[in-house]
């Protein structure tokens, strides 16, 4: 067993499809900090590719428990692995009770959810907001050894040289802290292979203005003064790249509105230092529908940027969702205004002398509370942007759904308390958490375990709509149309597609008698979303005798779902005033 300084758990999941854990630059920065400041014994799990399935990943953390121990064990999690991070805080307590575990990252936004870890036990400390306290801490721990740590009641209490802001420890049952973390510093610029295109990952200015009520971002910028550091950071990066490896390299801007009218004129400053030291084949980056204006169209054309990720979000106003511009809600006309500007920027993409492929990625939430009009006007968009583009050769549009979150610390979350189960008891990575009597539930489940897993692009479109169109039938209990799957055009798959419908129609959502009935039903579309999932991947596959019983047997992500379905279960015991109260049990 080897005891290291720091072990450092990052456990961010990104991909529907794949259920991976994703690197982290931000915890990337960290550990590189970490090692800057003199803590030079970490590991970092996980550790390889294989243990990144998070239906392998307990295992992979157990073998990885019996390899390594550290002094400090510090967590990093979202909040869609929370419950899967806790339980590695567990196992790492069970395994030695005296070990000093710390948490961070973006769950901790809210300080309810601080409170709730800290009294769980299993961890010793939160930090929140930048990183900063957490490599003062560290380093005062570690380095310096000016951090006296003790044994009070049971858990590891903390004295000497402590950050003033940002640490959260509980003190007899109190909740002591306050404040939040900065981090001033530049980021680490992260390298990872994308298709055939090496991808730098970077980072500026995490903020944004716009303050919608279901965003967790927290705002992070890195201080003017490192600007031309994180420049020559990423020069090195590109350089060393260069030296090994011929393919195009594209710089990925990860930061939430660089394009926003504050943050513009900095953002362009940046990427001009940026683009002095380095080209690149294309670039990557976020932008809201009201930044793609004209002078956005020339910082497209003077960085080559190439792919857009494109929150739309919503169709219309929306108190409930709180989409917001400039902190103000944003009104129906307004976004059927950003349709229109989405619509022209696409010709602007069109009309390129580029020899890049340009992408657009359109989001889009569900509303645990949607109407049938506003479903069937974001349907007829989404749809709209897939076949009004299906002939522009060189821009591909793909648009995708996603549920409403009410992530702890939230507006939406404080708006709707009592109709949600908090997202900290999920395992499954893309939970339904909504319980309210009136909620779309249907429409939220097909969502999320069938129509989340792709992507509405010309290569699907006859199956993705289809399937969203069922999706609002079925909640909304309209007849489905057959016809709409005439557009496939292989027999294989219209087969398929034909025989998925009748199996999600047999199962006749919204009128299960018993609850048990109705999460049986939630498990069964999960199984059908990874046949779906597997057969647009692997079209042969269309044709293959019991793909759906192999699926039951071997796919290991179900196990997150049942233990949810069974949390579900005694919540809805308890509380018969939601939406499961429409069930016998
Ligand atoms: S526009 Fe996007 S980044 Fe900005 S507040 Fe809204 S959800 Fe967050």
């Given amino acids: 067993m080897q005891i290291h300084d720091v072990m450092f758990i990052i456990a961010r999941e990104t991909s529907s499809f794949f259920h991976m854990l994703d690197e982290d630059i931000a915890a990337l920065t960290l550990t590189h900090y970490l090692y800057e400041i003199g803590v030079k014994d970490i590991v970092v799990f996980p550790e390889k590719e294989e243990d990144k399935y998070i239906a392998d990943v307990e295992q992979a953390f157990e073998r990885f428990l019996a390899e390594h121990a550290a002094k400090l064990y510090c967590i990093s999690c979202w909040t869609s692995t929370y419950a899967v991070a806790m339980d590695f805080a567990k196992k790492i307590k069970a395994n030695k009770p005296d070990a000093v575990i710390i948490a961070g990252g973006p769950h901790f936004f809210s300080v309810d959810e601080i409170k709730n870890t800290l009294e769980n036990e299993d961890v010793d400390a939160v930090f929140r907001g930048g990183g900063e306290p957490f490599l003062r801490f560290a380093s005062a721990m570690l380095v310096d050894g000016t951090v006296n740590i003790l044994k009070e009641n049971g858990r590891n209490a903390f004295y000497g040289n402590l950050p ?8 007899d ?10 981090f001033p ?4 610029p992260m390298v990872s292979v994308s298709g055939e295109n090496i991808e730098i990952r970077t980072m500026f200015n995490d903020s944004c203005p716009n303050g919608c009520d279901y965003c967790v971002i927290e705002h992070a910028k890195t201080d ?22 011929p393919s195009e390299i594209i710089l990925s801007l990860s930061d939430s509105a660089p394009f926003s009218r504050i943050n513009r004129q900095n953002t362009e400053a940046f990427m001009k230092n940026v683009y002095s030291h380095a080209g ?3 670039m990557n980056v976020f932008v809201d529908p009201a930044d793609l204006d004209e002078d956005f169209y020339r910082l497209v054309e003077q960085f080559n940027i190439n792919t857009f990720f494109i929150g739309r979000d919503r169709v219309i106003e929306d108190s409930f969702t709180g989409r917001r511009l400039y902190r103000l809600l944003r009104s129906t006309a307004e976004l059927d205004d950003e349709y229109r500007i989405l619509k022209d920027f696409i010709f602007f993409l069109k009309d390129r002398k580029t020899e890049c492929k340009q992408e657009v990625f359109l989001g889009y939430i569900l509303s645990p509370y949607e109407d049938e009009l506003g479903s069937q006007k974001m349907i007829n968009e989404i749809i709209d942007f897939t076949v009004q583009c299906s002939d522009i ?11 409403l979150n009410p992530y702890p610390g939230t507006r939406v979350a404080q708006r709707a308390e009592g109709e949600f189960i908090p997202m900290r008891y999920f395992y499954y990575p893309y939970p339904n958490t909504w319980t309210g009597v009136n909620t779309v539930n249907i429409y939220l489940e097909i969502v999320r375990l069938i129509i989340a897993k792709m992507f509405c692009n010309n290569g699907n479109i006859s199956f ?3 399937m969203l169109q069922l999706a609002h039938d079925l909640q909304y209990k309209r007849s489905f149309d057959y016809g709409l799957l005439d557009d496939i055009d292989s027999k294989n798959l219209k087969r398929f597609a034909i025989m998925l419908t009748d199996k999600i129609l047999s199962l006749n959502l919204g009128d299960e008698k018993f609850l048990d009935d109705y999460l049986g039903n939630i498990l069964s579309l999960h199984y059908i979303g990874c046949m779906l999932s597997i057969v647009l991947f692997r079209p042969e ?3 293959r005798k019991g793909l759906y019983e192999k699926i039951i047997r071997e796919d290991g992500v179900a196990e997150f779902l049942k233990r949810d379905l069974s949390m579900i279960k005694k919540y809805a015991q308890k509380n018969k005033e939601t939406f499961y109260g429409r069930y016998d049990f």
């Fill in 164 to 171: 003033s802001k940002g640490m959260y420890v509980l003190k």
């Fill in 173 to 182: 049952g109190i909740l002591s802290g306050n404040g939040k973390g900065t």
């Fill in 185 to 188: 510093y530049p980021v680490i």
């Fill in 224 to 245: 003017r003064k490192y600007t031309p550091v994180l420049g020559k950071m990423i020069k090195k990066s590109v350089e060393e790249i260069k030296e090994q490896l």
């Fill in 280 to 282: 690149f084949g294309g």
């Fill in 393 to 403: 050769k060189n821009v591909r549009v793909q648009s995708n759904m996603f549920l």
């Fill in 464 to 466: 993705y709509k289809p």
């Fill in 541 to 543: 596959y269309a044709e």
